[in-house]
């Protein structure tokens, strides 16, 4: 077979069709703190300056040969933006909402600011787009992020206050949700005419705090909906187990979902049937953060035996991750070619 | 340097300082490729060359290691290669004052539990250098402090314990800076271990961290 670009590489495996080799593609982030050395871009000003966030995410490929670039690194520039209250922390530790102190409490105090896109942190990855189609052309693909509604709903009223509402007034909970995917649709839309080539879509209904049944009652419909409208390929990301939801997710028509290492690739791609191709799963806590390259690799044999189309980590890599298990990723890759080749 | 050409110079990274507290909270690491070690950062920050030997400097005087004629690099003396002291050597140098310095009298350290103070004393038994810890001040089972403090040193310096109140290190032999180097962490091991915990948990992003669940 010949060798294709990265971008053709990823988007075969996207549509779950034949590719040269799997491609490695982190869908949410790959920034480590001796990167932001390397590229002088450490967090939180990475996160804050276009410049630097471009410089940064551009490792991915120039150090670790990844097949696709990820600039969005966090999971919060869209809440910034909103007006939440934000602890921007340091270099070594992520951004986070202090979600003790929501900003918002019903569905209608839901409202688009009228500066949203313009606003310095959602901004940021808009422009930090531009930079990077210009600096790698249209053979690298890149991967914009927007937060699906049930993050920002985290963000925005608390998580406990925003749960027990789903419980007590389902349909005040669903209004909420139909009104905060116009942020979704907002964000993805400016990223995607900024030069995004795909989207995730972070929407954390996991199986840490909500059942299957919940993904379907709130969410079903909604990511279908968006899959149907956004103009590129979407990446549903969920942390945390959510083989029992896969089921309902594979129907969405999203191209493919990035799934936790809670969940098993075998498990993960039985429940998913081929209707929707998987991004995962290597684990971040301990294979990718404290474990040798052989552990990396064995994990990375175990999601391509499974048949998992996009090898990646988990989620967002631990900012203290060490180079080298990054590298036995796509080594890892290269090594199960090589055997399946003799094989 | 590029990613590539640190690993095939300089080898696996054995600890990672997130940030250097004397330095402009650089990242710096400490490598190792066959017996040597090099402490290695990204940043090219001006006197980064400098602030690197002073850390290896440090490494060679707390944990009696070799200093060899090239920068960043010192030699791990055979026997000396144990991974979780090193590890701690290591964080000890980059993140305490330059000035720092151990005390050269008897290994001894107050435990911060009781009123109890360690000495760890150690001494050659029949070719193996045997490390016996001891307690002055008052209290009612001093026995149980010193076993848990030899639980210490076999958790955190892969060491034998011998019995209750003694050990020794896997090779056998005698080493001094080691012993100086966990003696705090091996007396209070639960505050050790949550403090390793909330360190690993610093940069990852999962369903805790973030906040999505309890």
Redesign the interface.
């Known amino acids: 077979m010949k060798t294709m670009t990265k971008k053709e590489r990823v988007f075969s495996a996207l549509n779950r069709q034949e590719v040269d080799r799997p491609p490695v593609a982190n869908p ?2 790959v920034a480590t ?6 590229v ?1 871009a ?1 967090f939180p000003e990475a996160c804050r300056s276009a410049e630097l966030n471009a410089r940064l995410a551009a490792t991915e490929i120039t ?2 040969d990844f097949d696709s670039i990820a600039p969005y690194f ?2 919060i520039q869209e809440s910034s933006a909103i007006g939440c209250d934000m602890q921007w922390e ?5 951004p ?2 202090r ?1 003790s102190n929501p900003i918002w409490q019903s569905a209608s105090d839901v409202k688009v600011p009228k500066d949203f896109l313009e606003h310095k942190d959602t901004k940021v990855i808009i422009d930090s787009i531009k930079i990077l189609r210009k600096e790698f052309g249209n053979d690298i693909p890149i991967i914009g992020k927007t937060m699906g509604p049930w993050t920002l709903a ?1 963000h925005v009223f608390g ?1 406990e206050k925003f749960l027990l509402g789903t419980i007590d007034n389902p349909s005040e909970t669903k209004l909420a949700l139909e009104k905060l995917k116009e942020f979704t649709y907002l964000f993805g839309e400016a990223q995607i005419d900024a030069g995004a080539d795909i989207l995730t879509v972070p929407d ?1 209904a ?1 199986g ?2 909500v059942s299957g049944q919940y993904y379907k009652t709130f969410l079903q419909e909604l990511h279908t909906e968006m899959a149907e409208n956004f103009k590129v390929p979407l990446i549903l990301h969920i ?2 187990q959510t083989v029992d939801r896969m089921p309902a997710i594979a129907e969405t028509g999203m191209h493919a979902f990035h799934f936790d290492s809670k969940n098993k690739p075998q498990e993960a791609m039985n429940a998913v049937q081929n209707k929707i191709a998987l991004v995962g799963n290597i684990n ?2 301990e294979t990718l ?2 474990k ?2 052989t552990d990396v690799k064995k994990e990375v044999f175990e999601c391509l035996n499974a048949g998992v189309q996009i090898i990646a980590p988990e ?2 890599i ?3 991750t ?3 298990n990054l ?1 036995a990723i796509t080594e890892g890759v290269s090594d199960w070619i090589s055997e399946h080749n003799k094989n | 340097m ?3 050409e ?2 095939e110079q300089f080898g ?2 054995l600890e ?1 300082v ?2 250097d507290p004397n330095f402009h ?3 710096v ?1 400490l490598f190792i490729k066959n017996d040597i070690l090099t402490v290695w ?4 920050i001006e006197g980064v060359k400098s602030r690197l030997n002073t850390i290896r400097d440090k490494m060679v005087e707390l944990g009696g290691l070799k200093s060899i004629d090239k920068d960043f690099k010192l030699k791990v003396p055979k026997g000396y290669f144990i991974e979780r002291p090193l590890r701690f050597l290591f964080t000890q140098s980059v993140e305490k004052d330059p000035g720092f310095k151990f005390d050269n009298g008897p290994i001894s350290a107050s435990d911060n539990k009781t009123r109890l103070s360690f000495n760890i004393r150690g001494e050659n038994k029949n070719d193996n250098y045997v490390y016996v810890v001891s307690t002055t001040g008052e209290h009612e089972r001093p026995i149980i402090r010193i076993r848990a403090v030899v639980g210490g040193f076999v958790k955190y310096g892969e060491c034998i314990k011998l019995n209750d109140e003694s050990f020794c290190f896997k090779d056998k032999k005698q080493h001094d800076e080691y012993v100086r180097i966990l003696l705090p962490y091996a007396r209070n091991v639960s505050a050790v271990e949550n403090m390793i915990t909330t360190s ?1 948990q ?6 805790q ?5 309890q």
């Open positions: 949410t982030s703190v001796e990167m932001m050395d390397l002088d450490p150090e670790f966090s999971i340091q270099k070594d530790n992520w986070t909402v979600m985290y998580v954390h996991t840490d705090l942390c945390g971040n806590p953060y404290s040798t390259t989620c967002a631990p900012l203290k060490k180079s080298e590298i | 590029r990613v590539f640190v690993r696996n990274c990672l997130s940030m909270n650089i990242t690491g950062s990204y940043s090219k690993e610093t940069g990852q992003m999962n369903t961290t973030l906040g999505f669940s």
